[in-house]
């Protein structure tokens, strides 16, 4: 028997936000984090990646079987591997496995709140 279920996401969105000051790139960033997104000079979904998901059974008032999809700790998880796998080579993106872990650490930095 399928269950309806009710799904929250937390996904990334594109976010302009103009006439930020600050004395570097990496600072206007961070300042700009802490800004509402009501304050934001242009909003876009840009199907941006999603973050997490929080879904419970649907009409279930008391909330009790919800469960959190992490999918930032699966991509961390995915990285580990990489790292410790021996390199490959992706020829599709001309790279090798251990560039990509690295795109993907930084980006994971990012999202996270910290520089890159």
Excluded: W
Aim: proline letters at 3%.
């Amino acid at each position: 028997m399928t269950t309806t279920y009710t799904v929250d996401l937390c996904r990334e969105m594109h976010l302009t936000m103009d006439g930020v000051q600050a004395n570097s790139p990496e600072e206007a960033a961070s300042l700009a984090t802490g800004l509402p997104i009501y304050s934001a000079d242009e909003a876009d979904d840009c199907k941006g990646m999603t973050l997490s998901a929080i879904v419970d059974v649907q009409g279930d008032r008391e909330f009790s079987p919800s469960q959190v999809i992490d999918f930032v700790a699966a991509l961390d998880r995915a990285v580990a591997v990489l790292n410790m796998a021996p390199r490959f080579a992706v020829r599709l993106f001309h790279t090798d496995s251990y560039q990509i872990a690295a795109r993907c650490d930084s980006a994971l930095t990012l999202v996270k709140g910290g520089a890159q």
